[in-house]
């Protein structure tokens, strides 16, 4: 028995050519198995053929097709040939990386190259995606922010910063394009089991001899603790595919502890969430 909720994909109509960046791990390749799943075409944005095989892998095991394309998406000339060939109908700007560091800790080239790829990267294949949509009358982009992309924590501001700023970018450009039938989406996952966290441990490590050792550790020691309960990036990638094939919202928060803390930024003052979270790091 068809699910009524895709029930329209029984035609041409409802396929939908889907490009999602990031695609190799995490709630990147999750979504790409997921759109093949539902008989969407599934393309998945990948960094080294090593990364390709690995996502044809977990679709042959999953019994889907998906197809894949090499792209750092900091190299713009090559963005550009792939939303060309492709013309998607819909954009996932997923590819992202997890920076832990102190304001004063993470030199200018480090927090470049995060805004390039996190910020930069995700606003420009939107730019090169928007003329196919509006030719055609419809599209999405679906930008993958975070809670962060709503709160702030100390030792994390570069990333929540680059959040932020795709934000308000994406706040932007949904009303710009509304009229031509593109609906500009931002999902805004917790705490899910992706690779982001084995890059926290990493990044922990290269703060070493900071003045802010001590509070890295308490860090790491609570993302230890609340990975076990963490969810599973098939969860986000049902979202994402649902935001593609329906009316979507504007923002979506996905997870029990993004729902939380956008409860408490919106209810706790600020003074009292400061002080918790400096007691808590040891600040």
Request: hydrophobic share 40%; charged share 25%.
């Amino acid at each position: 028995m068809t699910d009524p909720k895709h029930a329209e994909l029984s035609t041409p109509a409802g396929r939908r050519t889907i490009l999602t960046t990031g695609a190799n791990s995490g709630i990147g390749l999750a979504t790409v198995l997921e759109a093949a799943r539902r008989g969407h075409r599934s393309i998945g944005t990948v960094r080294s053929p090593a990364k390709a095989k690995t996502v044809h892998r977990a679709a042959d095991e999953a019994g889907v097709e998906v197809e894949t394309a090499l792209l750092d998406v900091t190299d713009a000339d090559t963005g550009a040939q792939i939303v060309d060939e492709y013309r998607p109908d819909a954009l996932v700007n997923n590819a992202g990386f997890s920076i832990t560091g102190a304001i004063e800790d993470v030199a200018d080239d480090e927090a470049r190259f995060a805004f390039e790829t996190m910020v930069l990267a995700p606003m420009r294949l939107a730019r090169l995606a928007t003329p196919h949509m509006r030719d055609r009358g419809w599209g999405r982009i679906v930008n993958v922010s975070s809670i962060y992309g709503r709160t702030s924590t100390p030792l994390t501001g570069w990333y929540q910063g680059c959040k932020h700023a795709l934000e308000g970018l994406s706040d932007a450009l949904r009303m710009e394009v509304a009229r031509d039938g593109i609906k500009v989406v931002l999902v805004e996952p917790g705490g899910f089991k992706t690779g982001i966290w084995d890059e926290t441990e990493r990044e922990v490590a290269k703060r070493a001899g900071s003045r802010f050792d001590p509070s890295y550790e308490r860090t790491l020691a609570g993302t230890r603790l609340w990975e076990p309960i963490m969810g599973a990036p098939a969860q986000c990638a049902d979202v994402i595919v649902d935001v593609i094939e329906g009316s979507p919202r504007a923002r979506y928060l996905v997870g029990v502890d993004a729902q939380i803390m956008g409860v408490v930024e919106r209810v706790v003052p600020t003074f009292v969430r400061d002080r918790i979270t400096r007691l808590t790091l040891g600040l």
